[in-house]
Nanobody, 113 residues
Framework: QVHLVESGGGLVQPGGSLRLSCVAS????????MRWYRQAPGKERERVAS???????NYVDFVKGRFTISRDDAKNTVYLQMNSLKPEDTAVYYC???????WGQGTQVTVSS
């Protein structure tokens, strides 16, 4: 059974940093591209960053230079390092693979002073 468990969120001041983790079970992430998404209150879920099987990485414009996606295939875990956080980064953050499977519970990130 496929599971995705996100963690690492919290309350941080503007300009701060957080590192999110996503532990996958039921499949090996080394065989799939992985993505981080986020959903802010009242908004659609949106893709934030992607990392392919071969390591190709892509970011949406509003996080370029601030967020870094990485993967540890041995730990079956994907990470999202978030620096220079802004209030508009406040959202629930989720990970998923390509193609998408059942969503995890996500992890709340709140950026506020």
């Amino acid at each position: 059974q496929v599971h995705l468990v996100e963690s690492g969120g919290g309350l941080v001041q503007p300009g701060g940093s957080l590192r999110l983790s996503c532990v996958a079970s039921g499949f090996s992430i080394r065989s799939y591209g992985m993505r981080w998404y986020r959903q802010a209150p009242g908004k659609e879920r949106e893709r934030v960053a992607s990392i392919g099987v071969a390591g190709y990485i892509n970011y949406v414009d509003f996080v370029k230079g601030r967020f870094t996606i990485s993967r540890d295939d041995a730990k079956n875990t994907v990470y999202l390092q978030m620096n220079s956080l802004k209030p508009e980064d406040t959202a629930v953050y989720y990970c998923n693979r390509e193609p998408i499977v059942a969503w995890g519970q996500g992890t709340q990130v709140t950026v506020s002073s």
